[in-house]
DNA sequence: GTTTTATCTGAACAAATGTTCAGTTAGCTT
DNA sequence: AAGCTAACTGAACATTTGTTCAGATAAAAC
């Protein structure tokens, strides 16, 4: 056998990144093998190399996508109004955002490790450019007296921390709806970086 | 060669958990070998069978171990006082203790999904008595109408995530001190939970 | 309908994996 | 000093790993 019925890269290369994306963060990057994610599309390992140069490319693709796509869908949310209402957007996006596609950021926060310097550098940036969003509001905030943090810089990689703890928990038609658990975490930020 | 000069068990099973502990934390539990970890303890592969069974036990002797050392620390440390001085002792014991092994943080906390059903049940078993600890104090303050916060289980999993986020930062001799990093998360918190 | 191009197979490769075990030597006991 | 036991080596094992590639067939272009 060789090239087989209905092929074609446009619907193998996506169903090669969601079978890589849901391995690697059910069992790990360094815990899948190729054929594994072969098998799951239902194609032999052989056939991945014509969409990725190697697995750790795959990897670095999949991380490099999710962050742009945060950012993007971050830079698409913002609203005008007050420091306290875009902190507000900015944490009910998040906790949505990142439930949406638990995998995807499950594997940008764990991963890492397995990049080469040069990757991790790049997957880096764009994490601490998120972040800096939410210290730029934090910063705002403070500069008008209406937050206060002793320093804007931990402050937003706490509030970031205790926002992505959700993913440990939460749970599709649990105890909580989706807004119910925004507004939740909403009212403990809030309260956090208080005067 | 068979044994060499000086082995003992009492030293080569303490350094074998030692190096494991290590290499699970920097590059993850499938991507060790056995034999990288021989080789970081000055062994080869085989020796390591006389300690466990098997990897995998490895990996969950150190996480059992982990959660009883936290476990019994934090009972040790208990100071009677207000709910409001108890929470600060768990906000400053966690994040002191969780520096000072943060190697075994990381992978209590990463590795979960490398266990087997009956593994992962006694570890999460123990993580949700600890969380227990903390949100009992929470429920006590609430109670007393000292804290306020809208679901104590929740909260207690959200200041928790917070504190774990240390860990991704933190570097000793770096901008802040471990005593500042306990008094800027320990504000963070305590207005999180205020009325 | 023929040629070209895109897509996949299937076998192969060397290297690495977890684990076992007979054999060997160091340390301890008597 | 002799015997016993604890600790380790070194080689072997069957699998599995990431990756390559010649060949085969489907889809697209002409």
Redesign the pocket.
């Known amino acids: 056998?060789?090239?087989?019925?209905?092929?074609?890269?446009?619907?193998?290369g996506p169903r090669i990144r969601a079978a890589a994306l849901e391995l690697f963060a059910r069992h790990g990057f360094a815990a899948?093998?190729?054929?594994?994610i072969?098998a799951h599309v239902?194609?032999?390992?052989?056939?991945?190399?014509?969409?990725?140069?190697?697995?750790?490319s795959l990897l670095v693709d999949l991380m490099q996508a999710h962050m742009e796509d945060l950012m993007a869908a971050w830079a698409n949310q913002q609203v005008a109004g007050d420091v306290v209402a875009r902190l507000e957007a900015f944490v009910r996006f998040h906790i949505r955002y990142n439930l949406e596609r638990s995998d995807a950021v499950f594997i940008a926060y764990m991963e890492l490790r397995n990049l080469t310097e040069e990757n991790f550098i790049r997957i880096e940036d764009h994490r601490r450019a998120y972040e800096d969003q939410l210290e730029g509001i934090l910063k705002e905030g403070v500069a008008e007296g209406v937050f206060q943090v002793p320093d804007t810089k931990i402050a937003a990689l706490a509030v970031i921390a205790m926002l992505n703890g959700v993913l440990t928990w939460y749970r599709d038609g649990g105890r909580l709806s989706l807004t119910e658990v925004e507004t939740l975490y909403w009212d403990m930020v809030r309260k956090s970086v208080a005067v």
């Open positions: 056998m060789a090239r087989t019925q209905g092929s074609h890269s446009d619907i193998t899948v093998s190729m054929r594994q072969a239902g194609v032999q390992a052989g056939a991945l190399y014509n969409y990725t140069p190697d697995k750790q």
